[in-house]
């Protein structure tokens, strides 16, 4: 393999239209789900230029190859189209983060918690990281307490995906929206 080609993306694999099927033999499906074949690639190719359409490939059944016989703009057009509104019918959840301390103060507390409630509600995954500095480390239980008050304050927009865990000198905890019922 050439070097520049190696780093080049891989094209998405193309439809093989007409002359781009290689088999031999096709089985053409009809737009009313008749079978017509399995006929030689000739045959078909005709049958297609006759109704002033193209042959597509759908699929690849041993040695034969199974074709539709269609206008290949207008297929093409549909395709997008469903690929632009399954998109749009696509949610995007992203993951936030919220850092607290130890020794936080309540009015402090209340504005993470005001900012997480805002990400929540957007639909956005929360993740709740409470640093441990110093010897702070040995009071496990304070940090805990103050995950319990946080979410308290969050608890009627988000449920706990996942509870607290110590990671290193984190105590993090995962936070997602309410299902709605």
């Given at each position: 393999m050439s070097q520049e080609n190696r780093?080049?993306?891989?094209?998405?694999?193309?439809?093989?239209?007409?002359?781009?099927?290689?088999?031999?033999?096709?089985?053409?499906?009809?737009?009313?789900?008749?079978?017509?074949?399995?006929i030689s690639k000739r045959e078909a190719l005709q049958m297609a230029e006759d109704a002033g359409l193209n042959l597509l490939q759908v699929g690849q059944q041993g040695p034969v190859a199974i074709a539709k016989i269609v206008d290949y703009g207008k297929y093409k057009y549909e395709q997008q189209k469903k690929a632009k509104?399954?998109?749009?019918?696509?949610?995007?959840?992203?993951?936030?983060?919220?850092?607290?301390?130890?020794?936080?103060?309540?009015h402090d507390l209340d504005t993470k918690a005001r900012k997480a409630r805002e990400f929540i509600e957007a639909g956005d995954r929360v993740k709740v990281?409470?640093?441990?500095?110093?010897?702070?480390?040995?009071?496990?239980?304070?940090?805990?307490?103050?995950?319990?008050?946080?979410?308290?304050?969050?608890?009627?927009?988000?449920?706990?995906?996942?509870?607290?865990?110590?990671?290193?000198?984190?105590?993090?905890?995962?936070?997602?929206?309410k299902k709605k019922n």
């Open positions: 780093f080049q993306p891989r094209k998405q694999q193309e439809d093989a239209v007409d002359k781009a099927i290689r088999a031999r033999e096709i089985l053409i499906i009809t737009d009313d789900g008749n079978k017509i074949g399995p509104e399954n998109k749009k019918h696509q949610t995007e959840t992203q993951n936030k983060e919220i850092r607290l301390t130890v020794k936080i103060g309540e990281s409470l640093k441990f500095k110093g010897r702070e480390i040995v009071y496990m239980d304070l940090g805990q307490q103050t995950l319990d008050r946080f979410y308290d304050k969050v608890s009627d927009v988000a449920t706990i995906e996942k509870a607290p865990k110590l990671n290193t000198r984190f105590l993090d905890m995962y936070i997602v929206p």
